[in-house]
């Protein structure tokens, strides 16, 4: 069986992801549970600190001035540099076990059907007021 794919071409800012989450995303960590920042080391501490030590830890800003984070968010890149990639996905509620599903599609795919709509939706309530 083959499938086909439609691609949608988005172009301009509607294919950037914002700099920053919508306040509603925010969520509570509890302090036990939470990651210890990273903000305003240098490479060297960095590496020292978390990398060699194979710990975890939350970098914040410490890479916004790097030029691959404008690259990253500009998901038409990811769609035409990794688009025909294969991603595993994980779909629906974890509480919806009639709903929720596993499934193998190409990112080009995913980016269309999943991301860029949700981008939208985004915008359309940060111009409402809601995000």
């Known amino acids: 069986a083959t ?9 301009g800012a509607a294919a950037l ?13 509890d302090p036990a549970h939470a990651l210890e920042r ?15 030590a194979d710990k975890p830890c939350a970098l914040g800003a410490i890479g916004a001035a790097w030029p ?6 500009n998901l038409e890149w990811f769609k035409a540099t990794h688009g025909h990639r294969n991603v595993p996905l994980e779909i629906g509620a974890y509480d919806d076990a009639k709903r929720w599903r596993e499934e193998t ?13 949700g981008l939208g939706e985004e915008r359309a309530a940060a111009a409402a007021g809601g995000g």
């Open 3 to 11: 499938s086909t794919t439609t691609t949608t071409t988005t172009t």
């Open 17 to 29: 992801i914002p700099n920053a989450l919508p306040v509603r995303a925010a969520v509570k960590i």
């Open 38 to 52: 990273a903000d305003g080391i240098t490479p060297k501490e960095f590496k020292r600190r978390f990398f060699n």
């Open 68 to 73: 691959a984070i404008e690259k990253w968010r």
């Open 105 to 117: 599609m190409p990112l080009s795919r995913f980016i269309d059907e999943y991301l860029l709509p």
